[in-house]
């Protein structure tokens, strides 16, 4: 599908951060967990054990020239869980690392709510980055990969998961898409691998995620 396509379905996306993590997006862009682990110049044994394993509170990263980073906790994920639900014989800290390799974006407001609402017991002030969505992927497109699912959560009945589960935009149609994943499923995340550098150049509008639940 064409970033037209997405963007005709999906005008706007989003991304949640925190306040203090806004000088640092604006300096270095939106950057994957791997793409962080590498610019902050972390040590290879705890690196592989960072991409590699669940993350049951935040992590944080410090660096003489590039301050202070966090890495969000997996909380809504579970290995146990993984084991389950991964297909093509992907293990768990296949499907981790699978996660840190990527940038990702709520492709709704739907989908953007029901995950803060999920976190809404946990007093972290967050902040909503709104992105023009025809913008983002036009700039970023050959990288573009789309999601029917949540993949950073096993809570409840967790969907099967595998290879296949990141499309890239540019491989089919939206029909063609939609008929792969049985007909009925939307597009719930999108996302970028790597990095998206100059992320500012597609905001329209930073919220207060406090009034989006």
């Not at 990141?166 to 691998?193: C, M, N, S």
Request: net charge positive; glycine share 4%; charged share 30%.
């Amino acid at each position: 599908m064409s970033p037209e396509d997405i963007a005709a379905r999906h005008p706007f996306l989003y991304h949640i951060t925190r306040p203090q993590a806004l000088p640092g997006i604006e300096k270095q862009g939106l950057l994957s967990t791997s793409r962080l682990l590498t610019l902050f110049e972390v040590p290879d044994a705890r690196r592989e054990e960072i991409e590699t394993t669940r993350r049951p509170q935040n992590v944080i990263l410090t660096h003489p020239k590039h301050g202070e980073a966090t890495l969000t906790d997996n909380i809504p994920l579970s290995e146990a869980a993984l084991e389950k639900c991964l297909e093509d014989g992907l293990q768990p800290a296949d499907w981790l690392r699978m996660l840190n390799r990527r940038v990702f974006f709520w492709a709704d407001e739907e989908a953007l709510a029901n995950h803060l609402g999920a976190r809404a017991a946990r007093s972290e002030k967050r902040v909503v980055l709104v992105l023009d969505t025809l913008r983002l992927v036009t700039a970023h497109f050959e990288r573009v990969e789309l999601s029917a699912i949540n993949t950073g959560s096993t809570i409840r009945r967790p969907a099967r998961r595998g290879l296949t589960t990141f499309t890239p935009a540019r491989r089919h149609t939206y029909q063609d898409w939609q008929r792969l994943r049985g007909g009925r499923d939307k597009i719930k995340e999108v996302t970028v691998l790597d990095a998206v550098p100059d992320i500012t150049a597609y905001v329209t509008a930073y919220r207060d995620a406090d009034t989006l639940r």
